[in-house]
C-alpha cells in the first residue's frame, strides 16, 4: 500500500503571503533588504577619489564618477536583478543556491550540469566574505562621521564601532521580531533624509544633472583610461548589495521589492549621489578637497551633522542586521541542500518560521568582524577589501543566467547572446578592476571564498561517498523483513529507525537485532527528503509504504527553506499503522565514523576535513526536533 503525492508549493506559515497588501510588503522590504545599498552613500563616491585610484577632483570627473554610478545602478540593480532575475524565482525563493536548484532540474541529464552547481555553491561561498566585510565598513563608516563633528573625536571611532558590532551579534540570540519592527520607519526616516540633503544640493548645482548622459561616463575613460578602470573598483561600492535584493526575494515577493526599489529606494540614493558630486563641484577647491573626505556627512549643515551620524549608524546597524540573517539563511538552505554539515539551529520567532539563529555561524561572523575592523583601521582601508566577493558573486549571477535564458526559458540565442554579453563586459569589468585589490585587502574575502568552497564541496562529495559506500552492503528491506519476522521477539511499541537512504536497511536496525534480539511491533524506516523546492504541501509531506508483517517504508519530504520537525510530521502520518504515540515511540539513529581506507575516493586532505565536519556536525536527534528521551544511538564504521 503506498500513499504518495507530488510536492508542491507552500507559502511558509505565518509568512508574508498570506493577506498582506502590496504596499504594505513594499514598506516592509524598505526596512529589512535595502539597508546594505542603502547604507553605500557613505563610502562609495568618496572611495573613487581618496582610494588608490587617485581621480583628480574636477568637474569633468565628478560627472563622470556620477555618471558611472549612474548606469551602474540602472544595469547592475534595476535591470540585471530586479527586472530579469526576480523572474527567476524558485517557487517564490531567489539566491544563488535557489536559482541552482531551478537551473539543474532542466540540466539534470546535462554532462555539463555540474558546472553550473558549482559555481552556484562558490557565488553561496562568496557571500560568507561579504556577510564579513559588510558589517564592518558599514558601522565603521558611520561612526567615522564623528570626526566631520569634532576632529579629536577620531580616537573613539574604532571603540565605539567596535562596540557597536558585539552588541549587534549579542543580540542576534534574542531573535530580530522586536527591533524589525522599528527597521522600516527608520529606514524609510534615513532615505528621505538622505534624499533631501541630495535634492538641496542639487537645487543649488543642478549643472550635475549632465550626469544622466552616458557620454560623461565614457569621456571619464578617455580622460583617465587606467585610472578610470581603478576607479570602477570603488564605484561597485555603489550596488553591493544588489544580490541581496534576489536572495531575499522570498521574504516579500518580486512586485512589492520592484515597487519598494523603482519607487523609493533607487530615486532616493540617487538623488544622494547626485548631490554629493553637486556639492563638490559647486565648492572651491580647498573646500572640496576636504569636504571629498567625507562628502556625505558634509552634505548636512555643521549643526545637523551630528544627529546624520546617529541616523546613519542607526541605519547601518540595519544593514549588517539584514546581511548577518542572511547568513543565517544561506547556511540553512545549504544544510538542507547537503553541502553543510547538521549545525544547532534556533528559531527566534513562533509565528515566523524563516527568523534563525544559528550560533556557531554569528560567534564565526563575529570574531572574523572584530579581526577586519583592528587590522584595517578605518573604512577606506576596507573598501579595498570589499566588492570583490560581491562582483565575483555577480559575475557568477551572469553565467548562471546565461544558462537560465537558454536552458530554463529557451530564449533564441540570438536573443540571449546581447543581454548575456553586455551584463558580462559590465560586471566582468568590476570584477577585474576589484582583482587589482587583491594585494591591498582584496585577499581576504576571496580566501574566505576558498575556505567556505572547499568546505562545502568536501562536504557534499564525503557525504555521497559515505552513502554510496553503506548502500554497496545494504540488505535489501524485503528480504530483511521476511527473514527477521519470525527470528526475533517482538515487543510492544513502535521503532522509527532514522535512514538517510530510501533503499536498503539501516545499520542501526541491523545493530538492534544482532546486540538485543528483539523487533518492536511496529517498525518504521523513515527517511527525511530535503526537496529542491523552497516549500512542500503539508498534503504531500508524508509517503508511506506497508511491507507487511508490521515493516513499513516512510518518507517525509521537506523543502529546503522549511524546520525538519520529525515529531510533528509524523502527526500526518496517521496511515502508517495508525497514529504515533511520542510515549510509545524510540527513534533509533546510527552515528558514523570514518575509516582510512587503502583506496581513498578523495584526497586524504579532504577526507580528513570531512571527517572533521562529521564529528563536529549536530546530532540528528537536534536536528530532527526528535524527543530527548526516546532517542537510542547505535554507531557504525565506514570507509570512504
Not at 558580462?424 to 585587502?441: E, M, P, Q, R, S
Request: net charge neutral; charged share 15%; with cysteine.
Amino acid at each position: 500500500m503506498s500513499d504518495t503525492a507530488a510536492p508542491a508549493h507552500q507559502p511558509p506559515a505565518g509568512g508574508h503571503s498570506h493577506g498582506a497588501s502590496k504596499a504594505a510588503l513594499a514598506v516592509g522590504a524598505i526596512g529589512i533588504v535595502f539597508g546594505d545599498i542603502g547604507t553605500s552613500p557613505l563610502y562609495a563616491f568618496r572611495e573613487t577619489f581618496v582610494g588608490r585610484s587617485t581621480v583628480q577632483l574636477d568637474t569633468a570627473h565628478v560627472l563622470g564618477v556620477i555618471s558611472l554610478i549612474f548606469w551602474s545602478m540602472t544595469l547592475v540593480v534595476a535591470i540585471q536583478y530586479v527586472t530579469i532575475l526576480m523572474r527567476a524565482d524558485n517557487k517564490g525563493q531567489g539566491g544563488s543556491l535557489a536559482l541552482v536548484a531551478l537551473i539543474s532540474r532542466s540540466l539534470s541529464k546535462s554532462r555539463y550540469g555540474w558546472i553550473a552547481v558549482l559555481l552556484g555553491v562558490f557565488a553561496t561561498s562568496l557571500f560568507y566574505g561579504d556577510s564579513m566585510i559588510t558589517p564592518a565598513i558599514s558601522v565603521l563608516s558611520a561612526v567615522e562621521g564623528l570626526t566631520v563633528v569634532d576632529e579629536g573625536l577620531e580616537r573613539f571611532v574604532i571603540p565605539i564601532a567596535l562596540a557597536l558590532l558585539v552588541f549587534l551579534f549579542v543580540l542576534q540570540k534574542r531573535g530580530t521580531a522586536k527591533v524589525g519592527a522599528l527597521f522600516a520607519p527608520v529606514m524609510i526616516v534615513y532615505f528621505t533624509v538622505i534624499a533631501g540633503l541630495g535634492t538641496w544640493q542639487i537645487i543649488q548645482t543642478p549643472e550635475i544633472l549632465w550626469a544622466l548622459n552616458p557620454y560623461h561616463a565614457v569621456n571619464f575613460f578617455v580622460l583617465d583610461g587606467w585610472f578610470a578602470f581603478l576607479a570602477l573598483g570603488s564605484v561597485v561600492l555603489a550596488v553591493t548589495g544588489s544580490e541581496a535584493l534576489y536572495s531575499d526575494m522570498g521574504h516579500f515577493g518580486r512586485g512589492p521589492m520592484r515597487l519598494s526599489w523603482f519607487g523609493f529606494v533607487m530615486p532616493c540614493l540617487l538623488l544622494n549621489y547626485f548631490g554629493q558630486g553637486a556639492m563638490v563641484i559647486g565648492l572651491p577647491a580647498d573646500e572640496a578637497s576636504r569636504a571629498i573626505q567625507n562628502p556625505f556627512f558634509f552634505l548636512a549643515s555643521e549643526e545637523w551633522r551630528l544627529p546624520l551620524v546617529f541616523l546613519a549608524t542607526v541605519a547601518t546597524f540595519i544593514a549588517s542586521q539584514a546581511v548577518i540573517s542572511g547568513a543565517f539563511s544561506i547556511t540553512h538552505q545549504a544544510i538542507q541542500m547537503g553541502y553543510i554539515p547538521r549545525l544547532n539551529i534556533r528559531h527566534t520567532s513562533e509565528t515566523e518560521g524563516g527568523q534563525i539563529y544559528i550560533p556557531a555561524v554569528n560567534w564565526a561572523l563575529m570574531v572574523a568582524v572584530v579581526i577586519l575592523v583592528l587590522t584595517f583601521q578605518n573604512s577606506s582601508n576596507l573598501a579595498n577589501a570589499y566588492g570583490i566577493a560581491v562582483t565575483g558573486a555577480v559575475t557568477i549571477d551572469t553565467l548562471l543566467m546565461a544558462v537560465l535564458l537558454v536552458s530554463v526559458w529557451k530564449w533564441k540565442w540570438w536573443y540571449a547572446a546581447p543581454v548575456v554579453i553586455l551584463f558580462l563586459i559590465v560586471d566582468g569589468a568590476y570584477f577585474a578592476a576589484n582583482l587589482t585589490k587583491v594585494a591591498d585587502g582584496g585577499w581576504f574575502p576571496l580566501l574566505i571564498g576558498f575556505v567556505a568552497f572547499t568546505l562545502l564541496t568536501t562536504w557534499a562529495r564525503g557525504r555521497k561517498l559515505m552513502r554510496d559506500r553503506m548502500s554497496e552492503v545494504a540488505l535489501p528491506m524485503e528480504i530483511f523483513a521476511k527473514s527477521a519476522k519470525n527470528s526475533a521477539l517482538r515487543v510492544p511499541g513502535t521503532a522509527i529507525f532514522m535512514a538517510s537512504s530510501t533503499a536498503g536497511v539501516p545499520s542501526a536496525l541491523l545493530h538492534n537485532i544482532k546486540h538485543n534480539k528483539v523487533l518492536h511491533e511496529r517498525v518504521v524506516i523513515l527517511t527525511v527528503n530535503i526537496a529542491d523546492v523552497p516549500y512542500v504541501d503539508p498534503d504531500a509531506r508524508c509517503e508511506y509504504t506497508d511491507m507487511g508483517d508490521g515493516f513499513y517504508r516512510a518518507i517525509l519530504h521537506y523543502g529546503f527553506m522549511e524546520e525538519t520537525d520529525v515529531p510533528v510530521g509524523l502527526t500526518r502520518m496517521e496511515r502508517c499503522g495508525g497514529q504515533f504515540d511520542m510515549m510509545q515511540t524510540s527513534f533509533f539513529l546510527s552515528r558514523q565514523t570514518l575509516l582510512p581506507s587503502e583506496k581513498p575516493a578523495m584526497p586524504i586532505w579532504r577526507e580528513k576535513i570531512f571527517a572533521w565536519m562529521l564529528r563536529n556536525s549536530a546530532s540528528a536527534m537536534d536536528f530532527f526536533k526528535l524527543p530527548t528521551n526516546r532517542v537510542v544511538e547505535l554507531g557504525s564504521q565506514v570507509e570512504i
